[in-house]
């Protein structure tokens, strides 16, 4: 009995001390500003529909797509939209928040901003100098916040913002109520602490050294990347030579170009879209009505004329997108239209996204405004 009980009493022991052994779980470490951790769960293997009330919006790898969605009844309430997401962004920002912003009138921006001055995040603006003068913008100004104006002759047509040196925002949304609830407009998020360090390059060239238009300097540091297999390419205009870029992808397109195009006066793309009908590709596209009947130099009567699909849109707002769909492989976003304007006198950015998934995305939002389109 004695040995029974030596050796439970050894066995009781044992199991104690080997507890008592175990290394004590140290808590995480709190994720920095520049971690991949400190972005969402994000999905690698498939696109996951991020809930919207006012939108579609999906979640890809490192990325999130954004479409507005102006035929929605509930658009009208003007709540729900894709300045949600972006004003929650904002709100956790622990750094800084950097916005090129052609337009803001946006009252969730405007007090996402104000919170994020309030808590010690470096928050600078860079806006068209005739549109500062409006209510956002000079509460924005008056709480203490940097806003530039570009006064020069072009445009400061940007719409941008890079958070905590990490992420960006951009595609052709203004951040107007308009914008998000009346247009047609995209806007992607990208986690990308290189691509970060494009926009923020560009900017502090603007908010810096005041070099707008054409007194821009062409040093972008990262201008092709390669994030989880996907190329991008980033351009701003009017110093990257992005008209050059786009044609040779035009003109390299073997099957199909879609586009969705605010403004298209640029000939030169308008008669490689006309070339690639002849050589047998499928040539579509979507264009807004204002500007289809006021614009001197459209392209619309010429595509029209050579029996390509191109439609009007049939949005009572702004039909503003500025992409191309290139097949089906290769999406062009951004600020930019297809115009002179666009390549030598405005401030602009582009993104070129190799990546069939998000060309498939942008190729829905296209069937979308086309299926809304004037018959």
């Given amino acids: 009995m004695s040995r029974r009980l030596t050796l439970l009493l050894f066995l009781i022991i044992f199991s104690l001390s080997g507890c008592d052994l175990l290394p004590e779980t140290a808590p995480a470490p709190e994720p920095g500003p520049d971690s991949a951790e400190s972005a969402p769960t994000l999905h690698p293997d498939k696109l996951v529909e991020i809930p919207l009330q006012v939108g579609y919006s999906y979640r890809g790898p490192f990325y999130e797509i954004y479409f507005t969605d102006p035929f929605s009844p509930e658009a009208k309430t003007i709540e729900g939209g894709l300045d949600v997401p972006l004003a929650q962004a904002i709100e956790s920002a622990r750094l800084s928040v950097d916005v090129a912003a052609y337009s803001l009138s946006l009252g969730s921006i405007r007090n996402a901003l104000l919170n994020a001055s309030e808590r010690g995040v470096r928050v600078r603006l860079i806006m068209e100098s005739g549109n500062m003068d409006r209510p956002v913008p000079q509460t924005l100004i008056a709480a203490g916040i940097p806003i530039k104006g570009d006064f020069m002759d072009g445009l400061m047509h940007n719409k941008f913002v890079v958070i905590d040196r990490a992420e960006v925002w951009t595609g052709s949304m203004n951040l107007t109520t308009n914008g998000v609830y ?27 050294k005041g ?73 579509a596209g979507i264009m807004e009505e204002e500007q289809v009947r006021s614009n001197q130099g459209t392209e619309y009567d010429p595509f029209k004329e050579a029996g390509l699909s191109v439609y009007i ?47 498939e995305l942008y190729h829905d939002e296209f069937q979308r405004v086309v299926n809304a389109s004037q018959k």
């Fill in 182 to 208: 009346e247009d047609n407009n995209n806007l992607v998020r990208i986690y990308s602490p290189q691509l970060a360090e494009n926009y923020t390059v560009e900017f502090n060239e603007m908010f810096e």
């Fill in 211 to 283: 070099f707008f238009g054409p007194n821009a300097v062409a040093k972008t540091p990262n201008p092709q990347l390669t994030i989880d297999g996907i190329d991008i390419e980033t351009y701003f205009s009017p110093d990257d030579g992005v008209a050059q870029r786009l044609a040779e992808l035009l003109r390299n397109a073997q099957s199909s170009i879609y586009f969705l195009a605010y403004s298209f006066t640029a000939d030169d793309f308008g008669e490689i879209l006309l070339d690639k009908q002849l050589d047998g590709l499928k040539i």
């Fill in 313 to 359: 849109d049939g949005n009572s707002g702004q039909m503003h997108h500025k992409v191309f769909i290139i097949d089906q492989q290769i999406v062009v976003l951004g600020s930019y239209n297809f115009s002179a304007s666009a390549e030598q006198r405005n401030d602009e950015n582009v993104l070129i996204i190799h990546d069939p998934r998000v060309a």
